[in-house]
Nanobody, 124 residues
Framework: QVQLLESGGGLVQAGGSLRLSCVAS????????MGWFRQAPGKEREFVVG????????VASDSAKGRFTISRDNAKNTVYLQMNSLKPEDTAVYYC??????WGIGRSTSYDYWGQGTQVTVSS
């Protein structure tokens, strides 16, 4: 059983930056593809960015491309989400997720474990 704990959320002004972290425990971190998803009030959960097990390949949603970067430190069992040029529409609860699968990086159904989420609020 893998536990995921996110941190780093908060309130930021539009144009600002935040860095989210997600620490994994209870499993072998390198066995998991990792992703960040988000859910805004009244909307469905959506894929943001994902990173493959070795960290050499990432995928980003159209809304994240050019602004958000995912990375992982396998020695620290941690995945990061660097968010720059934040917009009010980025306001959401951000979730870290881990998948034992190697396909469907952008699909929430591919992921086996989820964190509790961290709130990101971007003011205009």
């Amino acid at each position: 059983q893998v536990q995921l704990l996110e941190s780093g959320g908060g309130l930021v002004q539009a144009g600002g930056s935040l860095r989210l972290s997600c620490v994994a425990s209870g499993g072998t971190f390198t066995n998991y593809m990792m992703g960040w998803f988000r859910q805004a009030p009244g909307k469905e959960r959506e894929f943001v960015v994902g990173i493959r097990r070795s960290g050499d390949s990432t995928v980003a949603s159209d809304s994240a491309k050019g602004r958000f970067t995912i990375s992982r430190d396998n020695a620290k069992n941690t995945v990061y989400l660097q968010m720059n040029s934040l917009k009010p529409e980025d306001t959401a609860v951000y979730y870290c997720a881990a998948a034992s699968s190697t396909w469907g990086i952008g699909r929430s159904t591919s992921y086996d474990y989820w964190g509790q989420g961290t709130q990101v609020t971007v003011s205009s």
